[in-house]
């Protein structure tokens, strides 16, 4: 899925094992439209909230109500500011 265009969301799962399954039904949206590889990573467990990357055309529609999912954010690469020591 590196080709595609993905955005990073956060969840709150409250019951059941936080998987692709579980963060997709709380999304609204198809397993298929996360990023498998990127997982679901936990952000505040004792919260029940956790962070997956959703493709940009899959993303759920705000509805004006608090959902239980807030996003898309930035996921910028992460790389070396200057040059790396040896």
Not at 2 to 29: F, Y
Not at 65 to 78: C, M, S
């Amino acid at each position: 899925m590196t080709d595609v265009p993905m955005a990073m969301m956060t969840v709150t799962i409250l019951s059941g094992k936080p998987g692709i399954a579980r963060a997709a039904e709380a999304l609204g949206v198809s397993s298929d439209a996360l990023d498998r590889s990127f997982g679901v990573v936990p952000i505040d467990p004792a919260k029940h909230l956790y962070a997956v990357q959703v493709r940009e055309d899959a993303l759920p529609k705000r509805s004006g109500t608090k959902d239980g999912y807030d996003g898309p954010f930035a996921n910028p690469r992460i790389e070396p500011f200057g040059p790396t020591r040896r």
